[in-house]
């Protein structure tokens, strides 16, 4: 039962948020509301590799692109099949919403297979070369992306485009236009909170320990019958699954645009300041900074010319000052108690 | 009687140096052996080959039965061959019951999909290393101190944290690099009896590298003499003591001196 | 015919202003053992600090045509302006972090470049639109092999490109400075038991592995005038290539940076002309992730053993 409950809070949370939250608050803070959930999954994800392995992944928003678009796809393309409709309509009832749920989770598992598949040569190497190879897949998913066909857009054209054909008119450079505006306040804070759950499971788990122990000394770790190279990989693989569910959510998104050039390194840059600044290995402190760094750019939107000056600066200080981001590994309530 | 821990032929260099050459051990179930030399003789190099951090170039290394070359370190560990570190490796940022429990990892029954579901077997499994985990800590006199971060521990209870982590893998054979560095004589008193103990409590079988002749003398039954990668010479602490080549090894050869 | 010797000019071109870059990450990965990623970043200043000067000596793309000294002049300005600042930033963001786990130093360095290209684009710095540098190397044919036109520019760029390396290479084999690099290279504690000053030997590191970049810089905008925004993605992407080519030569090791930078460069114009164009980033780090997966250690490295 104790299990269980968690998983229960989540689901009684992510309707609350639909149902109560997003009429009180209007569309205005609604979508905000989405952004921050999406930001919190994608720092909470990228927290299990960065903060719990101490490997350092900067290809996050790659794995958004491959979940996204893979997700664009399916709805897009999958659900005028499905559903026999024209192109990019929104499925009526509860059917259309658990296509896009299966379409997000399948744009996931395709991320995690990406993620092992990237990560597994530079994972079995000590060192940051991990860096430069999510680095370079990110950049690699962005050009690839921008080589893709026009959006098929009439239903007349889509019947005659073999499948074959639909999988790479994703829009090139201009984005995958067009896509159902599925994701709402529910699916995101049902996605982000299941994120959160695991990630602290997993933290306060013997996995989670032997992630931790990689971070604090490699060495050791594989001296004590960790096998440091699977471990890596179970995390980097988690965290590209939820990222691509991210990439998902974020694809289907009201006022958004899936395109390659939104989801450039500037995008992974912004996911790493969140968990760094938030605290390597806090969940919390992850979750917390993406909602404030999200919020508060909103709020100053006048000043977004100096935005990437000042977060790039409080890398920087943080990094001299607070070398564990300014929650540490500690989760909130720890913080709390102690002072 | 097949001896726990046995090497043969081992050696490696480094570039042109030969860090250990023809390096040969039998440790008996049971026993309680010691490894000396001379700085830079070539003791934790023999070390990172027994558990697999370097490839021996040729040679031969059995625990028990078992074949270990070419093995990766946490098979070796998690196959029942288990070390402590000379500069002491804890995870400095982990509480001292969390660097012991890193360790049972290797032996869990039950996968990620339990733990995220906290699955009952799960549960029992968790609690049932958290009580393991508390009585290896109380095993090597650190009872009650498990909440502590590893690196706010004094370097004493630090070296005997390296001790409870080792042995929370559950191993047949210990190699214990040094553990008496950096101990007052009153904490190396305590260690002498900790290291007996163990070796009767547990079963084990310890190999030990000290640079604390009285700690080796009183403690080894058997010592390896290790001068320049090679062995010079073997046998009981008495046999040892007066053999002319471990007499050269440490006060240098007549000539020079 | 033609097209292979067309290509393997801008190959060579290309690769070496490559592997003048990846000559300041191997030097600081062989030091310090960690990516300094404001490197690309300091590769951008360098191109942006040329075109700038050339501009207060009033070399436009309007005006006169520049003296040929005008090179050289805009050459050392840009790369004294980026040694200065490397060694600032070293001394302000590394310098600090030097005990610190690496992760941090890496997250540092990524935080230096943002500010970088972020204060570049300031209006009071360089703005955010694209410029084109003037042509400050003089160009002609030189001669035509079937077809070809040798092009002075390209000579000039590869020219000045293998001088600077012969110096490097000077510097580290021939003088008591590349004594002291190589051997805080080999071991910091041991090197600075010996009485090597280590500070200032990492200081001129970066001083001089910025320079180089800035000389990359300053050649890539003479072959390529186009200058992006600061924090344009090309500029990144140029760096990763440049770490790329000091990966695959073998990280720490100076003369497998050039060789690396060549073969970069070799196999990105060669890729582009012959299979596909869109795809040449592709191709390096296809590259990069095969020589992880056969040879990590790099063409020219040696599988190093950590200390336990």
Known sequence: ?339 | MTPALFARGVSIRFGGLAAVSNFELALPVGGLYGLIGPNGAGKTTLFNLLTGVYRPDQGEIRLGERDLIGSAPSAIAASGLARTFQNIRLFHQLSALDNVRVAQFAHRRTGLVATLLRTPAWRREEEADRAAAEAWLTAVGLEGRGAELARNLPYGDQRRLEIARALALRPKVLLLDEPAAGMNPQEKLGLRSLIRTLRDTYDLSILLIEHDMGLVMDVCEHITVLDHGEVIARGTAAEVQVDPAVVEAYLGSPEAA | MTRVLQTLMDGVAVGSTYALIALGYTMVYGILRFINFAHSDIFMLGAWFSFSLAGVFGWTLAGATPPPWAAVVVLLGAMSGTAVLGYAIERVAYRPLRSAPRINVLIAAIGVSLLIENIGQLPIAFGTQPQRMPSLLPDAVLFEVSGVSIRLVDTLVIGIALGLMAALEWLIYGTRLGLAMRAVSTDAQTAALMGVPVDRVVSATFAVGSALAAAAGFLYASKYPGINQPAHATWILLGLKAFVAAVVGGIGNVRGAMAGGLLIGMVEIFGAAYLSPHLRDVYVFALLILVLLVRPAGLLGRATVEKV
């Open chain 1, 1 to 339: 039962m104790r299990a269980i409950l968690p998983w229960v809070a989540v689901l009684g949370f992510a309707m609350l948020a639909q149902v109560a939250v997003g009429p009180v608050v209007g569309h205005y803070w609604t979508k905000i509301l989405m952004d921050v959930g999406i930001a919190v999954l994608l720092a909470v994800s990228l927290n299990i590799v960065n903060g719990f392995t101490g490997q350092f992944s900067i290809g996050h928003a790659g794995f958004m692109a491959v979940g996204g678009y893979t997700a664009g796809i399916l709805t897009y393309y999958g659900g005028a099949a499905l559903f026999d409709l024209p192109p990019g309509a929104v499925a009526p009832g509860i059917a259309g919403h658990l296509w896009f749920a299966l379409s997000t989770l399948v744009g996931g598992v395709v991320a995690a297979v990406a993620g092992v598949v990237v990560g597994l040569p530079s994972l079995r190497l000590r060192g940051d070369y991990l860096a430069i190879v999510t680095l370079g897949f990110g950049e690699i998913m962005r050009v690839l992306l921008t080589r893709t066909e026009d959006v098929i857009g009439s239903a007349e054209e889509l019947a005659t485009a073999p499948w074959t054909t639909q999988v790479v008119s994703t829009g090139g450079s201009l984005g995958f236009t067009g896509l159902p505006f599925y994701t709402n306040l529910f699916w995101t804070w049902l996605w982000t909170g299941i994120a959160i759950l695991v990630a602290y499971r997993l933290k306060e788990s013997s996995t989670g320990r032997a992630m931790l122990s990689v971070r604090e000394d490699e060495v050791a770790s594989g001296a004590m019958g960790v096998r440091t190279t699977d471990v890596k990989v179970i995390a980097f693989a988690m965290a590209a699954l939820f990222a691509g569910i991210a990439g998902g959510l974020f694809a289907h998104e009201i006022g958004t645009t899936l395109n390659p050039a939104e989801l450039g390194f500037q995008k992974s840059f912004e996911i790493v300041i969140m968990v760094v600044l938030g605290g390597m290995g806090s969940v919390t402190g992850a979750a917390l900074a993406a909602t404030i760094l999200t919020i508060v750019p909103e709020l100053l939107r006048e000043f977004s010319e100096y935005r990437m000056i000042v977060y790039a600066a409080l890398l920087v200080v943080v990094m001299l000052v607070r070398p564990t981001g300014l929650l540490g590994h500690r989760e909130i309530w720890h913080a709390w108690r102690r002072s």
